[in-house]
Nanobody, 125 residues
Framework: QVQLVESGGGLVQPGGSLRLSCTAS????????IGWFRQAPGKEREGVLC????????YYADSVKGRFTISRDNAKSAVYLQMNSLKPEDTAVYYC??????????????????WGQGTQVTVSS
């Protein structure tokens, strides 16, 4: 059974940082592209914030470029999202998703094989 579990969310002040983790089980992470998404209260899930492909390429949406960094550790079956310079508008539930075809993360709605349950990030003073 495949599971993606996000962790690391919480409450942070504007300008602060958080590091989210997405830990996978039941699959070999090497073969998957992993993307991060978010859904703010009362809004639809946004398109992909960033993703890391199975061959090491990365992509960032303009909204997070320069502030967020995605990395992966295939040996630990984990993907990380380092979020810096957080803003109140970054408040959302953050989800990771896995797919064997990274193009599926860039379309909308995204086409992923597996989704995590999400972790709440709140940016507030």
């Amino acid at each position: 059974q495949v599971q993606l579990v996000e962790s690391g969310g919480g409450l942070v002040q504007p300008g602060g940082s958080l590091r989210l983790s997405c830990t996978a089980s039941g699959l070999t992470l090497d073969y998957y592209a992993i993307g991060w998404f978010r859904q703010a209260p009362g809004k639809e899930r946004e398109g992909v914030l960033c993703f890391s492909s199975s061959d090491g390429d990365t992509y960032y949406a303009d909204s997070v470029k320069g502030r967020f960094t995605i990395s992966r550790d295939n040996a630990k079956s984990a993907v990380y999202l380092q979020m810096n310079s957080l803003k109140p508008e970054d408040t959302a539930v953050y989800y990771c998703a896995a797919t064997t075809h990274s193009w599926g993360l860039r379309v909308y709605p995204p086409r992923a094989d597996y989704w995590g349950q999400g972790t709440q990030v709140t940016v507030s003073s």
